[in-house]
Nanobody
Framework: QAQLVESGGGLVQAGGSLRLSCAAS????????MGWFRQAPGKEREFVAA????????YYADSVKGRFTISRDNAENTVYLQMNSLDPADTAVYYC?????????????????WGQGTPVPVSS
């Protein structure tokens, strides 16, 4: 399994932007699909975005479509989440995850490895 470490979170004002990074180490020779999930206080973890390995096909939750962009640098074993036009409703801990199967990427159960999460509080 890959080890994943997120970075880039922090307090941001509504309307602002942040870019999250997720660096993979360990078994990075495997071709993982990567995803971002988030969990707000008192709520369940929800899908945000995902990207496949070979074609870099992307998937987004409706709530972030048009505002967030997922990308990856396979040479650097890093995946990014660019978040624009942030809203207080985006406040959550953001987690990146790696999946060996490039299918069912909207579901947390698909993923084999998870990072520890990075908090993103958005102030109004």
């Amino acid at each position: 399994q890959a080890q994943l470490v997120e970075s880039g979170g922090g307090l941001v004002q509504a309307g602002g932007s942040l870019r999250l990074s997720c660096a993979a180490s360990g078994r990075t020779s495997s071709r993982y699909a990567m995803g971002w999930f988030r969990q707000a206080p008192g709520k369940e973890r929800e899908f945000v975005a995902a990207i496949t390995w070979s074609t870099c096909r992307t998937y987004y939750a409706d709530s972030v479509k048009g505002r967030f962009t997922i990308s990856r640098d396979n040479a650097e074993n890093t995946v990014y989440l660019q978040m624009n036009s942030l809203d207080p409703a985006d406040t959550a801990v953001y987690y990146c995850a790696a999946a060996l199967r490039p299918a069912g990427l909207r579901y947390a159960s698909t993923y084999n490895s998870w990072g520890q999460g990075t908090p993103v509080p958005v102030s109004s």
